[in-house]
């Protein structure tokens, strides 16, 4: 019995051993981590870091925060600033033709009728700056000829057209650091708009006006009012004092304005920007009818002034200044 029993556990505990070295094979399905953390095909990162992907991406960032300014597209190839020759050569060309026509059109541009675009058009393409002082209306053009003048236009625009038309010209400086009034290149250069060819191109001005100044310089401004015809002309200079009760007013020896304007519209001198307004701290300056200062009507000076070359001076009383 005893054998036996001997026996039988003998025979379980082989069982057991048998189902248990049986069972042992099964184990590593249990535990998946002993076969998936040795293997490297899971593990793609070293080879994953120099991935193209972010090159792909990297061209398309890189113009969206600096994108090309708009100013920039319609001149993809710079026009060349013209030389101070080509410039005056250019200036002195336009106010000899005046761009074929009569004011208040200047260089072919009319007020009220010619866009602004074609303007800045004409000037950009021959590579000259245009100033418009922040975006404003108001577009100047300089031009400066060391020797001859300096000038500036300034072109008003309203809803895309040009409204007004300003043009100024100074004689050159001397050493003296002034203007040299009556310099005989500057009355040569601007001599399509000196007195005598205005008055013999359009005629007598239906008005005709004088204003004057105080120390320390004496400035007068003789003023052409052709509103019918949508312009003035506007002489400045220095006044010459004399002996006794006058002062010499001398139109040759001056620096010249225009202010143009389209003819269809009604302009008062007060009207006009910067003509009378300039001068509203100066009680002296008037402006005084043409008459009433010199005693010559505007026919007389007309005669007397449209002879090419005249140079006249008028004889105006001293208690104008």
Not at 52 to 73: H, V
Not at 129 to 135: L, R, S
């Amino acid at each position: 019995m005893i054998t036996l029993s001997r026996h039988i556990c003998l025979s379980l505990l082989a069982l057991l051993a048998f189902l248990a070295g049986c069972g042992a094979p099964v184990a590593p399905t249990l535990s998946p981590t002993s076969t998936l953390a040795p293997s490297p095909t899971l593990a793609p990162s070293p080879t994953a870091v120099p991935s193209p992907t972010p090159t792909l991406e990297s061209p398309t960032d890189t113009p969206m925060p600096s994108p090309i300014p708009p100013t920039r597209t319609p001149r993809p190839t710079p026009v060349p600033t013209m030389t101070a020759d080509e410039e005056y050569a250019f200036v002195s060309e336009m106010l000899r033709n005046n761009g074929g026509c009569r004011l208040p059109c200047w260089w072919g541009f009319t007020p009220g009728e010619t866009a602004w675009e074609t303007t800045k058009t004409f000037f950009t393409s021959r590579g000259v700056t245009i100033w418009d002082y922040g975006g404003t209306r108001d577009y100047t053009v300089a031009f400066d000829t060391p020797g001859h003048y300096e000038s500036y236009q300034s072109y008003i625009r309203e809803d895309g057209m040009l409204d007004r038309i300003d043009i100024g010209a100074v004689p050159p400086v001397g050493e003296d650091g002034y203007s040299v009034y009556g310099d005989p290149q500057f009355a040569e250069d601007w001599k399509t708009c000196m007195l005598p060819q205005i008055l013999g191109a359009y005629g007598p001005p239906s008005q005709i006006f004088l204003g004057t100044g105080g120390a320390p310089w004496s400035p007068f401004d003789l003023l052409l009012f052709y509103p019918e015809k949508g312009f003035l002309v506007e002489y400045v200079g220095v006044a010459e004092e004399r002996e006794g009760e006058t002062w010499r007013v001398c139109p040759h020896r001056v620096e010249i304005t225009l202010h143009l304007w389209s003819p269809e519209r009604s302009m008062n001198l007060e009207d006009i920007p910067g003509v009378v307004s300039s001068h509203a701290d100066d009680e002296t300056w008037g402006p005084y009818p043409l008459e009433e200062a010199t005693g010559m009507s505007i026919e007389q000076f007309y005669q007397t002034f449209v002879q090419p070359g005249n140079q006249t001076c008028l004889n105006v009383p001293a208690d104008l200044w």
